[in-house]
């Protein structure tokens, strides 16, 4: 029997990154919905991700956690969806993978923040600059369908997840290569099977509290 592939999330969190990598697999998991402060707190689940974060999944008694790591995880625990490139060709997959995780993740997060590190900082975040980041992940998909190959993979769930959902909130702008490489992206089934999650949970969110800011 094939190990049970649990998911742990919250349609409000980057757990969308790992819903859409799901999707893309066609494999059957269950999906644990936790929420803020209560059971994404609690000491069952703590036991899964001691940050009391989302998203994790567990496959059998193998537990992964930061999305990043999770779409690298899936991609090799199951081979046949084809969203890891040979081993041999992995080096742009993971240079861009964790880029993302890295640099953008970081950069973006911030600047959200209100912190811009000063020129002497800059020395001492790994991203350097928000500008240095938004320029080069702008020439990685620049006239390009897939970020990492000729051919979609988890690295596309990610750094699409990243530009395509930071256009939408206005954390990462609107420029024409971004544009285009989610353009090529943003219909895939498995994409949009999560954004209609998104959909009616904020719909769900806001008969019950009230429009959000």
């Known amino acids: 029997?094939?190990?049970?592939?649990?998911?742990?999330?919250?349609?409000?969190?980057?757990?969308?990154?790992?819903?859409?990598?799901?999707?893309?697999?066609?494999?059957?998991?269950?999906?644990?919905?936790?929420?803020?402060?209560?059971?994404?707190?609690?000491?069952?689940?703590?036991?899964?991700?001691?940050?009391?974060?989302?998203?994790?999944?567990?496959?059998?008694?193998?537990?992964?956690?930061?999305?990043?790591?999770?779409?690298?995880?899936?991609?090799?625990?199951?081979?046949?969806?084809?969203?890891?490139?040979?081993?041999?060709?992995?080096?742009?997959?993971?240079?861009?993978?964790?880029?993302?995780?890295?640099?953008?993740?970081?950069?973006l997060g911030n600047h959200a923040c209100g912190f811009q590190p000063t020129s002497e900082q800059e020395m001492q975040v790994g991203y350097g600059s928000l500008a240095a980041v938004v320029d080069t992940l702008a020439r990685a998909v620049a006239g390009r369908a897939y970020i990492a190959g000729n051919r979609f993979s988890a690295a596309d769930v990610y750094i699409g997840s990243q530009i395509g959902w930071g256009m939408r909130v206005g954390t990462l702008e609107k420029r024409p290569a971004f544009e285009a490489y989610w353009a090529g992206l943003k219909d895939r089934p498995a994409q949009l099977a999560v954004e209609a999650q998104f959909d009616a949970a904020m719909n769900a969110h806001e008969q019950t509290e009230g429009p959000t800011n």
């Open 1 to 107: 029997m094939a190990a049970e592939l649990v998911f742990y999330t919250n349609p409000f969190s980057r757990g969308g990154i790992v819903h859409w990598m799901l999707e893309e697999l066609g494999v059957p998991y269950r999906t644990e919905i936790l929420e803020y402060g209560t059971t994404m707190k609690a000491p069952a689940y703590l036991a899964i991700n001691p940050m009391g974060k989302v998203p994790a999944i567990e496959h059998g008694e193998v537990v992964v956690t930061e999305a990043a790591a999770i779409c690298a995880y899936l991609a090799d625990a199951f081979p046949k969806a084809g969203l890891a490139p040979p081993l041999a060709d992995r080096g742009a997959y993971y240079r861009w993978l964790f880029f993302g995780a890295g640099p953008v993740e970081a950069a």
